[in-house]
């Protein structure tokens, strides 16, 4: 590995500690040799709907309404996100049996942010969409009851975040793992000297917001990390979905 390989990985493994030991994420590992890297891990989220008193039969039908939504590629990647996204903040609505009546199964707990699985795993490795393109490598994933909802690139501190934004940008290209981007409700970059830039699916370098909130916290990418990332911050609320412009100019 290069000095400069070196010096990432550092970075990398100081965010994982933070998450772990800071923010109190579980450690899923890394998953640079790992293979079938999902935007939806099925296990997780269906170990996560069972402890909630769900039925294994209606696991599977909240799954097969999740998935049918996050994979629809006949749409495009803003109106799939847009999709899961409701399914996020108003529930998966589906029929437990024949003659029954619909019920809301939540896949997400918003008013008691402890309930949930908050879990990352890093160097995510996942298979391009298209057979003849390579695959990518997202430095750091975030997830909630076994969904990504965040993904985090990070460079070291005598390279722009602008680099971290781009390489974003490039793996949301339909030939590389656009289709991983479905889920996503934060795309973030960072270093140790700008801090960190955050968007959503599809948003131009030019409109990533730089995060600022005073804190003890010396670190930049940490103390905005730390902000961010806080458990009770992450699902007290659902997010508004308009952070920031979410298409390209």
């Known amino acids: 590995m290069s000095t400069v390989g070196q010096r990432e990985k550092k970075t990398q493994q100081c965010v994982v500690k933070l998450f772990c030991d800071t923010l109190g994420y579980a450690y899923l590992g890394n998953w640079e040799e790992r293979e079938n890297s999902r935007n939806i891990e099925p ?41 899961v996204y409701d ?14 009546n619909m019920v809301t199964v939540w896949l997400v707990n918003w008013k008691q942010p402890e309930k949930n699985d908050f879990a990352i795993a890093e160097a995510v490795t996942v298979a391009a969409a298209n057979a003849k ?15 990504a909802l965040g993904v985090l690139e990070l460079k070291r501190s005598t390279v ?13 290209k339909k030939e590389f793992i656009q289709p991983f981007f479905s889920t996503m409700q934060l795309v973030l970059a960072g270093n140790d000297t ?33 902000q961010l990332c806080a458990k009770a911050r992450s699902t007290t609320t659902p997010p508004a979905r308009s952070t920031p412009t979410t298409r390209k100019t």
């Not at 696991?59 to 799939?80: F, M, N, Q």
Request: hydrophobic residues 35%.
């Open 87 to 100: 399914l996020l903040r108003y529930g998966v609505k589906v029929r437990p049996d024949v003659g029954e």
């Open 43 to 83: 296990d997780l989220l269906r170990a996560w709907l069972k402890r909630q008193g769900h039925a294994d039969a209606l696991i599977g039908k909240v799954l097969y309404e999740l998935e049918k939504a996050a994979g629809d590629t006949s749409k495009s990647l803003y109106d799939r996100n847009r999709a």
């Open 133 to 147: 393109a390579h695959g990518k490598r997202p430095d750091i994933v975030l997830y909630v009851n076994g969904i």
């Open 194 to 226: 700008e801090g960190l830039c955050y968007g959503t699916i599809e948003t131009s370098e030019k409109y990533y917001l730089k995060w600022k909130e005073e804190s003890t916290v010396e670190n930049p990418v940490d103390r905005a990390l730390t």
């Open 160 to 172: 722009s975040v602008a680099e971290g934004i781009r390489q974003n940008l490039d793996n949301q």
